[in-house]
C-alpha cells in the first residue's frame, strides 16, 4: 500500500519596512528592550493606529508574486483575545477581507512543475515578545513573573496560507526556499528564518494513493530551518502512516518540534475553541489600491524563481540548477556562461568558489568572472584561487591574474617529473601494476614542487605519457 | 468684577483683547467659581495647578487625554493614570492659547446619560441641584451653566454632548463624525465617538469648533473640514426646516417639552424658514436597538486594553489571567462591565450576523433615511431629549430607562450627522433644549439656524437659581 502526504503551509513573513505596522516606532532588531515604543504600539487610552502605506504597497507586490487577485477594496478587523503580548488587547489583522487572494506559485520538481495555491496573502501586526520567568517548560501558567518586550510589537507581519497542495516534505522545503528568494528579491524583507523574520507552520496529513478526500491534519509549528521543516514534516508523514497502519485513528492536534532530538510533542489542547470575536476595525477605513498603482507594482514582478529554475535545467541537473536559484545566483550564473565559459565550471565557481570565498555575487562583473573561468587552466591554481576573492572588489579585472601564466613548458616540466617519478619508484610500480588513482599524487607532488605554477592540464597530460611508456 | 455666569467666551476674548482684563484674572475668576460652586455641583474631577496660555479658560471632559495631567474617563481603573502624550484636541486647544481650568466630571467611559455612572460620584444639575445633568458629559455642560467655564469640551457617542447641553440649557455640537480628530480621546464606540464644544452661544460653539476641527494625520478617519462661518443672520430666509414625525412624536416626550419645540418650529416660520413635515421611520424604531449593539461591541473590544499590564489600577490575584479578572472585576463599574457583556454576546461566532452584522445593516438604511430627508430639507427640528432634567436616582436602577434618554438623539449619531442643541425655552423651571440635525459636513447650516432662533428666543442660559 503507498501513502500520500498532504501538506498545507501558513507562512509569517516580518517586513522590513522603516516603521511599525500602525504606528511611527522605528523598527530595529535587538535594540534595547521596550526602546521602541509609543502609545500607540502600547496602547495606551486614545492611541489610534495610521497604516504604514509601504507595508501595504509590498504585501501587493508579494501578492502580485504569487499570482494572487489584489482586492480592490480590502478591510482590517479586529481578533480579540487576551494576552499579555497583545496591549490592545486584539490583534489588528484581516479576516474576510484580505487584500491578497487566489494566488498560484509554480514549484519545479525532477519530473516537472507542480502548482501550489495560494489561498490568501494578508497583512497583520506582530504580538510582542514575552518571556516567562520560572515555572514549567516557559508557559505562562505557573510562571513566577513574565517579563514584555513591545519593541517588536506592531512590526508588519505578511501570513501566507497555502492550499493543501504540497505532496512532500522535500517539496514543502523547496516551496518555501522559493519563496524565501522570490521575497527576498522583492526587497520587502530579510525573510531568514533563524532571526524568525520568516516563520512557516505546516499542516500534515496522509492518505492512501487514489484517495481523494482529506483525512485529519494536524499542525507543526516550532520549525525554524528548512532543513527542520523538511525533517518535521518527515517525521509527522511517518507518525501518521503508523497510526493508521496499526488500526489507529489520527487526532487533530498541535505538535512542536523538537530539532534537537527529532521528536514532535503534543501541545495541549485547548478545552474550547477560541472565539476571537472578529468585527471591522472601526478605527481604519478601508484599503482601496490604486488600480494604477497595482499594475505598476505587476510590471515590476521579477520573474518567478520556479521557472528561473526550469530554464536553468537544460544544461545543468535538476539540483544544481535549483541551488543556483534559491540562493540568488543565478542570474550571475547566467551572465557567466552568455560570456562564453563552461556550464558546469561556471556552476562550481558560483555556487561553490565564490560563496566560499565570501564574494557576494551582485559585486561581480560577469564579464570579467567569465575571462576567468575560461583562461583557469592556463594560470596558476593559486593565481586562479586568488582572483575568485578578488572577483568582487570594484574595478576588478581578470587580465592580471590570466598574465601569471602557468608553467607548460615540457622542456621546464620534464626534468621535474622525471625527478619524481626516479625518487618514488614503488608507486611508480604500482600505478603500471593498475592503481591508477596514484596520478593524483604525482599530480600534487609536481604542484608542489613548482609552488602551484605549472599547468595541471600539462602536467596530467606529460604523467600519463611518461607513466604508461 | 467679571461675572462668570453671564459672560460668554466671545465676550471674554473681547475683554483680554482690549486689555481689560488680564489672563490671569479671567483665569482666577472662574476658579473663585469653581470654589464657590463646585462643591454643590461637582463638575470637575481634577483642576489645573495655574493658567497654561493667554487665552480663554477651557474645561476638558476627562476623556480627554492631557499630557501630564490625570485622565481616568470617570473611572477606577484609570484613577492616577497621567497620559505620556496630548490628544490632538487637547494639543490643539493648547496651541490656541486656551489655559486648562480642569477636568470635568462624566459617566464612566462616556457611558451613561446622567453622571451617574461617574466612579467619582455624579454631578448635578445647576438648575436644580436634585436634578441630574445629563450625561456623559454632564460636568462640562454643568461647569459652563454655573459659569465655572466659559466654555468645554465634551465628547458624544449617542448624545453625551447634546442631551447635557440640552438639560443644563446650554449649547452643544456633536460635529459631523470624522471632522474633529479622536486621537489620544478615551475610546467608547470608535466608529461613533466625537468630540464637540459646550458652550453658552452658538457663536462661542462656532469659534471653538475653528479650534478643534480638521484632519488629523493621527486618525485615519477624519477628513478636510469646510472654514467656519462664525454666524450673524437673524432671519432664516430661504433656510428649509424639515420635522421628522417620529421624533417629535415619540412616545415619553414630556408635554412641556414638546410644547417648546412647536413654539419653536412656529418661530422658524416667522424668521422667513420654509417648514415642513418629514419621516424617519426606521431610524427611530431600530436606531436605539442598533446602537445598544454596535456601541457595547465595540466597547467591548476597545475596553480589552484595561488589563493592568501596562498601566492603570492593577489587582495581583496569583498569575496572568486572575490578574486580568480581578483589575477589570475591581475596575470596572456596572455599566461598562454591562456593555462589555453585550457587546462581545454580540459579536460572538454565530450571533454575529444577527447581531452586529444586522445592526451594521439597518445603520445604512438609518443613513440613506436621513440623506433622502436632506434631498427636501436644510435641517431637521425635534426636542433633544425627551424629558427636561430628571432627579438623580430616578432611573439610575434602570437601564433601559436611562437608554432611551438618547432616544431622540441616537439615529443622527448612527448615520454620522452634525447634530446642535440650543435651548429653546422652560418646562417646569427646567430647559428645553432643541435638537438641529444637518447633512455631513454642514456645521455652518446648523451655526446659522442656531444662532438665528437664539437671537430671536431670548433664552436666559443662567439658572434661574443662581441670577
Known amino acids: 500500500m503507498s501513502w500520500e502526504a498532504v501538506i498545507g503551509l501558513e507562512i509569517h513573513v516580518h517586513l522590513k519596512t522603516r516603521t511599525k505596522m500602525f504606528c511611527g516606532c522605528e523598527l530595529e532588531y535587538g535594540a534595547p528592550e521596550n526602546t521602541r515604543t509609543c502609545p500607540v504600539c502600547l496602547a495606551h487610552p486614545g492611541a489610534l493606529p495610521v497604516p504604514n502605506e509601504q507595508a501595504i504597497e509590498w504585501t501587493v507586490r508579494l501578492g502580485l508574486a504569487l499570482g494572487c487577485e489584489i482586492a480592490e477594496t480590502a478591510l482590517f478587523h479586529r481578533k480579540n483575545y487576551f494576552y499579555p503580548d497583545l496591549p490592545k488587547g486584539y490583534q489588528i489583522s484581516q479576516y474576510d477581507a484580505p487584500l491578497c487572494i487566489n494566488g498560484r506559485f509554480a514549484v519545479p520538481g525532477a519530473d516537472g512543475d507542480r502548482e501550489i495555491g495560494i489561498t490568501r496573502a494578508h497583512l497583520e501586526e506582530d504580538a510582542a515578545k514575552t518571556v516567562h520567568v520560572g515555572g514549567v517548560g516557559g508557559r505562562i501558567g505557573g510562571a513566577d513573573y513574565s517579563l514584555v518586550d513591545f519593541n517588536r510589537g506592531g512590526t508588519p507581519l505578511v501570513e501566507i496560507v497555502t492550499e493543501p497542495d504540497l505532496r512532500s516534505a522535500e517539496e514543502a522545503k523547496r516551496f518555501l526556499q522559493l519563496l524565501r528568494q522570490t521575497i527576498v528579491e522583492l526587497g520587502i524583507s530579510d525573510a531568514e528564518m533563524e532571526k524568525g523574520t520568516l516563520r512557516a507552520d505546516a499542516n500534515v496529513s496522509v492518505r492512501e494513493a487514489g484517495e481523494t478526500g482529506y483525512r485529519t491534519r494536524c499542525e507543526i509549528k516550532n520549525m525554524n530551518s528548512f532543513n527542520f521543516i523538511a525533517r518535521g514534516i518527515e517525521a509527522e508523514i511517518e507518525r501518521q502512516i503508523g497510526v493508521w497502519q496499526s488500526g489507529g485513528e489520527v487526532v487533530q492536534q498541535t505538535y512542536d518540534y523538537d530539532a534537537s532530538s527529532n521528536t514532535l510533542t503534543a501541545r495541549r489542547t485547548k478545552e474550547e475553541a477560541e472565539d476571537y470575536r472578529y468585527f471591522p476595525e472601526p478605527d481604519l477605513v478601508p484599503v482601496q489600491p490604486p488600480p494604477g498603482l497595482v499594475e505598476r507594482l505587476r510590471r515590476e514582478i521579477p520573474e518567478p524563481p520556479g521557472a528561473r529554475v526550469r530554464r536553468l535545467e537544460s544544461g545543468l541537473d535538476f539540483e544544481t540548477a535549483t541551488g543556483l536559484v534559491t540562493s540568488g545566483r543565478d542570474r550571475l550564473y547566467q551572465a557567466v556562461v552568455a560570456a562564453d565559459a563552461d556550464r558546469r565550471a561556471t556552476a562550481n565557481v558560483v555556487m561553490n568558489q565564490l560563496a566560499g570565498a565570501g564574494v557576494d555575487p551582485d559585486a561581480v562583473d560577469p564579464d570579467e568572472l567569465a575571462k576567468l573561468i575560461v583562461g583557469r587552466e592556463t594560470i596558476p591554481r593559486g593565481t586562479f584561487a586568488e582572483a575568485i576573492a578578488a572577483s568582487g572588489d570594484p574595478g576588478f579585472s581578470a587580465e592580471k591574474y590570466l598574465a601569471e601564466a602557468a608553467v607548460s613548458d615540457v622542456s621546464e616540466l620534464d626534468p621535474v617529473i622525471d625527478r619524481i617519478l626516479a625518487d618514488n619508484e614503488a608507486q611508480v610500480a604500482a600505478y603500471r601494476g593498475g592503481k591508477e588513482g596514484l596520478l593524483g599524487f604525482f599530480v600534487g607532488a609536481v604542484m608542489r614542487e613548482t609552488h602551484g605554477k605549472a599547468n595541471p592540464k600539462v602536467v596530467n597530460e606529460r604523467l600519463r605519457a611518461k607513466l604508461s611508456a | ?467
Not at chain 2, 478636510?224 to 430661504?238: F, H, Q
Not at chain 2, 456645521?443 to 434661574?464: I, K, M, Q, S, W
Open chain 2, 1 to 467: 468684577m467679571i461675572d462668570t455666569l453671564r459672560l460668554t467666551a466671545e465676550d471674554a476674548m473681547g475683554l483680554l483683547e482690549r486689555g481689560e482684563v488680564s489672563p490671569r484674572e479671567l483665569w482666577d475668576a472662574y476658579r473663585a467659581a469653581i470654589e464657590e460652586r463646585d462643591r454643590e455641583l461637582h463638575c470637575y474631577l481634577s483642576l489645573a495647578d495655574g493658567p497654561n496660555g493667554e487665552g480663554v479658560p477651557i474645561a476638558l471632559k476627562d476623556v480627554i487625554g492631557t499630557k501630564g495631567v490625570e485622565t481616568t474617563a470617570g473611572s477606577k481603573i484609570l484613577k492616577g493614570y497621567v497620559p505620556v502624550y496630548d490628544s490632538t484636541v487637547a494639543a490643539r486647544v493648547k496651541e490656541a492659547g486656551l489655559p486648562l481650568l480642569g477636568k470635568t466630571n462624566t459617566d464612566e467611559f462616556a457611558m451613561g446619560s446622567s453622571t451617574e455612572n461617574s466612579a467619582f460620584g455624579p454631578s448635578h444639575n445647576p438648575w436644580d441641584p436634585t436634578r441630574v445633568p445629563g450625561g456623559s458629559g454632564g460636568g462640562s455642560a454643568a461647569a459652563v451653566a454655573a459659569g465655572l467655564a466659559p466654555w468645554a469640551l465634551g465628547s458624544d457617542t449617542g448624545g453625551s454632548i447634546k442631551q447635557p447641553a440640552a438639560l443644563c440649557g446650554i449649547v452643544g455640537l456633536r460635529p459631523t463624525y470624522g471632522t474633529v480628530s479622536r486621537y489620544g480621546i478615551v475610546a467608547f464606540a470608535s466608529s461613533l465617538d466625537q468630540v464637540g464644544p459646550t458652550t453658552k452661544t452658538v457663536r462661542d460653539c462656532a469659534l471653538l469648533y475653528r479650534v478643534i476641527a480638521g484632519r488629523d494625520p493621527m486618525d485615519s478617519t477624519t477628513a478636510e473640514t469646510p472654514p467656519v462661518e462664525l454666524p450673524a443672520a437673524e432671519d432664516l430666509k430661504g433656510v428649509r426646516v424639515g420635522v421628522p414625525r417620529e421624533l417629535n412624536e415619540a412616545e415619553g416626550i414630556e408635554p412641556g417639552v414638546r410644547q417648546a419645540v412647536e413654539r419653536t418650529i412656529e418661530l422658524c416660520r416667522a424668521l422667513g424658514a420654509e417648514v415642513g413635515e418629514t419621516s424617519l421611520p426606521r431610524s427611530v424604531d431600530y436606531g436605539l436597538a442598533c446602537y445598544y449593539l454596535i456601541a457595547p461591541a465595540e466597547a467591548s473590544s476597545n475596553l480589552a486594553r484595561y488589563d493592568g499590564v501596562r498601566y492603570g489600577l492593577r489587582v495581583t490575584n496569583g498569575g496572568y489571567h486572575g490578574m486580568v479578572e480581578r483589575t477589570r472585576d475591581e475596575g470596572f463599574g456596572d455599566e461598562p462591565k454591562r456593555r462589555i457583556m453585550l457587546g462581545a454576546y454580540a459579536l460572538s461566532a454565530g450571533y454575529y450576523e444577527a447581531f452586529y452584522g444586522q445592526a451594521q445593516k439597518v445603520r445604512t438604511v438609518i443613513a440613506d433615511e436621513h440623506r433622502a430627508a436632506f434631498e427636501r430639507f436644510d435641517v431637521l427640528i425635534s426636542p433633544t431629549s425627551p424629558t427636561v432634567a430628571f432627579p438623580l436616582g430616578a432611573k439610575a436602577q434602570d437601564p433601559l430607562a436611562m437608554y432611551l434618554s438618547d432616544l431622540l438623539t441616537i439615529p443622527s449619531c448612527m448615520a454620522g450627522l452634525p447634530g446642535l442643541n440650543i435651548p429653546c425655552g422652560l418646562s417646569e423651571g427646567l430647559p428645553v433644549g432643541l435638537q438641529l440635525v444637518g447633512p455631513q459636513f454642514a456645521e455652518n447650516t446648523l451655526f446659522r439656524v442656531g444662532h438665528a432662533l437664539e437671537r430671536a428666543l431670548e433664552f436666559d442660559y443662567v439658572p434661574e437659581r443662581l441670577r
